[in-house]
């Protein structure tokens, strides 16, 4: 797997290569790339696809110790990465993690030429939900962190609402999650970098100036929204998509957040459609 040098540490990132338009597609909390293993084989024959791992997690290799990993920490890295590998108009996707939005509100939205949000945090829903609030009470207990990982060592607990049980319908398969969690249970520095970010949440009104600033956001975007989340709320999908100058809007039936996961084939279609439809 290639990797790149950012400021903050070395990250490591898929790239099919290819001359087509770039798409780069991001995950979230306690995830890596291979969120998007269903996705990209549908895009790659007219499309490079890039799909970064970010620290939020499921990296690898710990970031340096004073590292920026804040909810705005980790946008400015992946407008670094954009600079850094010269990547140009991208259609830029998300899923779970919502950092578009503080991306756009600190004017480094440059290279985006489009932009794709899938059930991802908006507006004051971070940290989103329940697993979302579980996570943050772990990061504040000292070991908290390595007792919530080790725990889910033990999948039957992957299930349960404070966990992952509302962010997929269906299970995702035990050899993918036990990737995403092999980080933070064998490196105390990996759990360092997770605890900086979800520790980082900034006051409610800064939440929803960053949602405001779409506003500004003028090119071509697609919103895509699991109709049963229960976790990032379907009607902040519909206010993200009034707040989008270009926006289109899309409700998939039977998935939860995960879209990537329960209905990959669905999401696949529409971003094709979306992507093929550039002027």
Known sequence: MPELELSAGTIDYEDT???GPVVVLLHG?????????HVVPGLRDAYRCVVPTLPLGGHRRPMRPDADLSILGVARLVAELLERLDLRDVTLVLSDW????????????????????????????????????????????????????GLLRLRPLRQ??????????????????????????GSAAIRRDLRAYVLSTPPKAELLAWSE???????????VWAAEDRVM??????????????????????????????QPAVLTARLRAFLDARP
């Open 17 to 19: 290569g290819g001359d």
């Open 233 to 262: 709320p379907p009607s902040h999908g519909r206010r993200l998509a009034e707040l989008l100058p270009r926006a289109e809007l899309v409700e998939i039936a039977d998935s939860y957040t995960l879209i990537p996961e329960d």
């Open 160 to 185: 349960l609402p404070v966990t992952w049980g509302r962010m997929t319908k269906r299970p995702v398969p035990a050899e993918v999650m036990d990737g995403w969690f092999r980080p933070l249970n």
């Open 213 to 223: 600033a779409l506003r500004a956001f003028d090119r071509p975007a697609l919103v």
């Open 98 to 149: 919502g950092g578009a939005q503080s991306l756009v509100a600190d004017g480094r939205a440059d290279r985006v030429g489009r932009l794709v949000l899938t059930s991802c945090e908006a507006f004051d829903n971070y940290p989103p939900g329940l697993p979302g609030r579980n996570l943050v009470a772990s990061a504040r207990l000292p070991g908290g962190l390595a007792l919530a990982f």
């Open 29 to 37: 909390v306690a995830m890596d790339g291979s969120l998007w293993r």
